[in-house]
């Protein structure tokens, strides 16, 4: 009796010791041994995960409010209804055509632009849509950026001709102007914002003769003629700008 109770505590303190190396498990057929491992989240991540607050709904962008959706809609739709030459940025009426007293003169499909790229007119002026195109193309990238620093940037052109039927410089015999086609616009002067105003006959010498200098060289491109104070008599207080275009380019002086 007494040997087979000291057995019997000998395999129970065995038992309670465990074994000093514990067997791999084998992989069941079919599956990659190597993939049994199950991995051990890191136990820093756990904790900043459960610190971090648990969003309870979607962020979503503020809607802006009704009434300034409704005004820029309503500029919008403004614009559009002022547009000429399919164009936003041309604004003023569709006049269509306008018949010549004398012969070649006119214009087939006329607009009278009131504005163009931000930029008032100071009388509407009668010309074709290429003309309009042209004055555009020239003010966004010749006149505004001359000007942008003179008098918090440019307002408004003084119109001195737009179409009249009538001959080149209104000299008897001469040919029939780009005014009597409606291809051509006088400009005089240049508005500022805060009131400032340039004219070709007293600045084209003074400190802001660089920028009108700049602007007319701007206009030789959109325009077949260009024509400034170096040109002639006629032009010494204004610039003369046309669509008439030449093989050998455009003519400007």
């Known amino acids: ?93 569709v006049v269509g055509a306008v018949p010549g007293r004398i012969a070649g003169c006119g214009i087939a499909e006329a607009v009278r632009l009131k504005s163009v790229a931000g930029v008032t007119l100071s009388q509407p002026a009668l010309m074709d849509c290429n003309t309009a195109k042209a004055l555009k193309q020239w003010t966004e990238n010749g006149a505004k950026p001359a000007l942008r620093r003179v008098g918090g940037g440019l307002s408004e052109y003084r119109v001195a001709a737009h179409y009249a039927c009538r001959t080149r410089n209104n000299q008897p015999g001469a040919r029939i102007s780009e005014h009597g086609k409606g291809r051509a616009i006088d400009i005089s002067a240049f508005t500022m914002r805060d009131g400032t105003r340039l004219t070709v006959l007293n600045d084209w010498n003074s400190r802001h003769g660089r920028a009108l200098k700049s602007m007319h060289r701007a206009a030789c491109g959109p325009f077949g003629t260009v024509l400034g104070p170096n040109a002639d008599r006629f032009h010494r207080d204004h610039f003369h700008f046309d669509t008439a275009r030449y093989r050998s380019g455009s003519y400007c002086r």
């Open 1 to 93: 009796m007494r040997a087979l109770a000291l057995i019997c505590v000998v395999l129970a303190g065995a038992v309670a010791a465990g074994p000093d190396i514990s067997k791999r498990p084998v992989a069941r057929a079919g599956t990659d041994a190597r993939n049994t491992s199950v991995p051990v989240p890191n136990l820093e991540q756990v904790v900043v995960a459960a610190a971090l607050p648990v969003p309870q709904s979607t962020l979503r962008p503020n809607l802006r409010p009704g009434a300034i959706v409704q005004r820029a809609m309503g500029r919008r739709a403004e614009r559009r209804k002022g547009q000429v030459c399919g164009d936003p940025e041309l604004q003023g009426d």
